[in-house]
Nanobody, 121 residues
Framework: QVQLVESGGGLVQPGGSLTLSCAASGSDFSIKATGWYRQAPGKQRELVARITSVGITNYADSVKGRFTISRDNAKNTVYLQMNSLKPEDTAVYYC???????????????WGQGTQVTVSS
C-alpha cells in the first residue's frame, strides 16, 4: 500500500505562484512515475504533468512554460511549481503514482486525496 499526501494548495491571485507537494509513503514499493492531475467543476480529470523515476517529464499544452514538475527521490516527494497562474487553473489537484510492489512485482496505481487550487482576484 502506498499513501500519497498532497499539500500546498490555496488561494492565489492571477499571475501568482504556488508549489504543490506530493509525499509518498509505504513499504516494499518502487514508484515508477508520478503525475499531477486536476479536475475543475463540471469537467473531466486531466493530466497536468508527469515525471518518471528517471526524470522524464511531460506536460499538458495548457501549462507548458508555466508549470514545472520535479522530484526528490530521497524524500519520496514530487513537486509541482506553478507560475503565472490563471483563473482557468482553478481546480482540485490530485497526485497519482504508478508503483511496483516489490515482493510480487505487481504494478499498482494510487491517488492522493486532492488539494484545492483557486486562482482569483
Amino acid at each position: 500500500q502506498v499513501q500519497l499526501v498532497e499539500s500546498g494548495g490555496g488561494l492565489v491571485q492571477p499571475g501568482g505562484s504556488l508549489t504543490l507537494s506530493c509525499a509518498a509513503s509505504g513499504s516494499d514499493f518502487s514508484i515508477k512515475a508520478t503525475g499531477w492531475y486536476r479536475q475543475a467543476p463540471g469537467k473531466q480529470r486531466e493530466l497536468v504533468a508527469r515525471i518518471t523515476s528517471v526524470g522524464i517529464t511531460n506536460y499538458a499544452d495548457s501549462v507548458k512554460g508555466r508549470f514545472t514538475i520535479s522530484r526528490d527521490n530521497a524524500k519520496n516527494t514530487v513537486y509541482l511549481q506553478m507560475n503565472s497562474l490563471k483563473p482557468e487553473d482553478t481546480a482540485v489537484y490530485y497526485c497519482n503514482a504508478d508503483s511496483q510492489y516489490l515482493p510480487s512485482g505487481r504494478y499498482l496505481n494510487y491517488w492522493g486525496q486532492g488539494t484545492q487550487v483557486t486562482v482569483s482576484s
